[in-house]
């Protein structure tokens, strides 16, 4: 059959015809009068490799697809069930984003209106993510400390999606869950520490950021509760919980096993992030080839053309974002001083993107969608790394324009279109294993509840 060479109208040459004329190329050579000819070899050499380029060209997607079969007997959550049922899902990854934690009720940050972003405005904020800069948090460490009283793991019971991943682990099939949250939700439905992978850093532990010296985490709750600020018993420096504000290197940790873990996985699970973000946006291609990916999402996010749109948005979206963050440079250093003394932005020009805005970074998001990517100074999932962490360098950049969610192959990728809790739930049903959620469900918030009862009472 004539196929059509890429990007041309013209047919190509079928592979037989090719395979044809060079098999008479070579019959011709050995009794041809002329082998002194040189145009003539020349113009032979030239016609050789044009067959073999046209025999050896990229082929359609629908001849590609016959070649690649599917990995899943079905490219739906069905499918995934089968896969999982059938045991060839041992090592199972999952990367998570702010939208896991929606239906826990944690606070949206960045939406007028609600009451932390009221809270915080007294604060005069240069932009509301500078909450998350560390050099901000220098100069005024209050706002901070007051999103911490939200967020501080304890006050809010995880979800259904959270204990999907305690049910994975505890059937020995989870490998690690990399999460973009700082709640800590995960630890909290049940999940090992070694298993939970945060990208952003956690409450676990606390620093001072001028000494470095570990300090009690108990120290810095207390201060938290207390509307107040923790300082070092050794220098008197700032203390900060582990988070990884902007400015900062990722943790370590994670970047030793985003290497490890997803080159060894069999299913990748990627719920509630909108996949705008590097190394995130990437890491859904340092699986194996044969590795199926699902995807829980409230919108279909990280395909190839989305990704290819947004490395090509970043300079417009870094640009917008500095002039929100940025004040006057003629202001006279008397003012810049009454401007300090307010809180203002004087001397804080962010050096993070757009897409590095933070939203799931603090879980402070509703909803992490591909929608909110779009925006600009209050994107969606973020990346808290210093710049060479939080913006796409240029080999991630090429990895994620490269990659990418291909979810019209039929081979290995799903999409899951919903909230999370909807989707582990529907996932468990299919795999039989809907009494057993449910009875982790109805543990974990008998616990919870016994808990912040204990709590109340000790206060």
């Given amino acids: 059959m004539t196929r059509r060479a890429v990007g041309s109208s013209e047919p190509a040459w079928p592979a037989s015809a090719c395979t044809s004329v060079l098999q008479g190329m070579q019959v011709s050579s050995k009794h041809s009068s002329h082998t002194d000819d040189s145009a003539c070899d020349a113009a032979a050499v030239q016609l050789q490799q044009l067959c073999l380029e046209a025999a050896c060209s990229k082929v359609p997607r629908s001849l590609q697809q016959q070649q690649q079969p599917s990995l899943l007997s079905s490219c739906d959550l069905a499918g995934i069930a089968h896969y999982i049922a059938s045991g060839r899902a041992r090592n199972i990854v999952v990367m998570a984003g702010a939208g896991l934690s929606v239906s826990a009720g944690i606070p949206d940050f960045r939406t007028p209106g609600t009451g932390l972003y009221s809270q915080l405005q007294r604060f005069q904020l240069p932009w509301p993510e500078a909450v998350f800069d560390i050099r901000f948090f220098r100069h005024n460490p209050k706002p901070f400390y007051l999103l911490a009283k939200e967020l501080f793991p304890g006050g809010y019971c995880p979800t259904p999606a959270h204990f999907f991943l305690k049910l994975l682990h505890d059937k020995g099939l989870l490998l690690s869950a990399f999460t973009q949250n700082i709640d800590g939700l995960e630890q909290l439905a049940g999940l090992p520490a070694d298993k939970v992978v945060p990208a952003h850093g956690s ?54 096993r985003r290497l490890a873990d997803l080159a060894n996985a069999d299913l990748l699970i990627v719920m509630g992030t909108s996949l705008v973000v590097q190394p995130f946006a990437s890491m859904l291609d340092a699986v194996p080839a044969d590795c199926p990916r699902l995807l829980i999402n409230m919108n279909k996010v990280g395909e190839k053309q989305q990704q290819q749109q947004q490395q090509q948005q970043i300079p417009a979206q870094r640009h917008k974002l500095r002039q929100a963050s940025s004040c006057s440079s003629d202001s006279s250093s008397s003012d810049a001083s009454d401007a300090d003394d307010a809180g203002s932005c004087s001397g804080f020009e962010s050096d993070a993107t757009a897409l590095t805005a933070s939203s799931s970074f603090a879980n402070i998001s509703c909803v992490d969608s591909a929608a909110a990517a779009d925006s600009t100074a209050g994107s969606s999932s973020s990346s808290s790394s210093a710049a060479a962490d939080s913006s796409p360098a240029p080999a991630a950049a090429a990895a994620a324009a490269a990659g990418g969610f291909d979810f019209d192959s039929g081979r290995r990728d799903v999409l899951s279109l919903g909230d999370c809790d909807s989707g582990v739930m529907r996932l468990a049903e299919l795999l039989g294993w809907q009494g057993e959620l449910q009875q982790l469900l109805q543990q974990g918030r008998e616990a919870f509840e016994e808990a912040r009862r204990e709590w109340d009472d000790a206060e």
């Fill in 203 to 256: 409450f676990d532990g606390a620093h001072c950021i001028d000494c470095g010296r570990a300090c009690s985490v108990y120290a810095v709750q207390q201060a938290v509760y207390d509307d107040d600020v923790a300082t070092c018993d050794s220098c008197g420096g700032l203390v900060k919980p582990d988070i990884v504000f902007f400015g900062e290197p990722l943790p370590a940790r994670f970047h030793r």
